[in-house]
């Protein structure tokens, strides 16, 4: 790696871990293994090279999700969106969420992502990825489900989306319950909350007085 790459790498581990007020640039320059002046020299200041870091992530994570809206948004503009689709689909973006939640190998995007609003003002880029774009997508598959208005469609996802999240965030609150290895969470765990979640939508759907689902 070039010194920037491992300013980036070094920075989004510390940031990650300690946030941004805590994290300074002589822990990254040691961490990078780089002298300190190499910071000033490709970033500027410790502000940048944390933009430069969130960009980096960000770049991942839409790498990770754009595949999965994209083939959705395509099949709804193209008219062919079943309600059958919509369930198969809505299955598949809860599933990439909880990959994301308890995935270990996007520990640092999530960490990054509850450390954005202790960060700079106005830079909450992976908050927007991780659920902006995935809302959007996901309240259009619920109203091919069930007829809800835009906003109550977007509620429902925004819960839909935080919970899972929020319960990657904590799920060391339930690691006394779940074996003698809480980092290898049960298959029956994801597949809880998954249930859950498409329970969710059946009960509305069934509210609106449809009850074959």
């Not at 430069?52 to 994570?61: D, N, P, R, W």
């Not at 990959?99 to 520990?107: L, P």
């Amino acid at each position: 790696m070039n010194t920037k790459e491992r300013l980036i790498r070094a920075g989004v581990k510390l940031f990650s871990k300690y946030g941004y007020s805590a994290t300074s640039t002589r822990m990254i320059a040691s961490e990078a293994g780089v002298n300190l002046s190499a910071i000033a020299f490709h970033y500027t200041n410790k502000e940048k090279l944390y933009e430069a870091c969130l960009e980096y992530m960000q770049e991942k994570i839409k790498a990770y999700y754009s595949p999965s809206c994209r083939e959705i948004e395509e099949v709804i503009m193209d008219g062919e969106m079943t309600e059958e689709k919509a369930w198969n689909y809505l299955e598949r973006l809860i599933n990439l969420q909880i990959e994301v939640a308890f995935g270990k190998k996007y520990q640092s995007t999530l960490a990054l992502v509850y450390r954005e609003e202790s960060g700079p003002e106005g830079l909450r880029p992976l908050t927007r990825e991780v659920f902006d774009q995935q809302e959007g997508v996901m309240a259009q598959l619920i109203q091919a489900i069930v007829p809800l208005s835009d906003n109550r469609a977007r509620v429902v996802s925004r819960f839909i989306n935080g919970s899972i999240i929020a319960f990657g965030e904590h799920k060391s609150l339930i690691a006394p319950y779940i074996g003698d290895a809480p980092e290898e969470e049960p298959g029956w765990l994801r597949s809880q909350i998954r249930t859950s979640c498409l329970a969710m939508v059946r009960g509305i759907k069934e509210e609106r007085g449809n009850t074959r689902l």
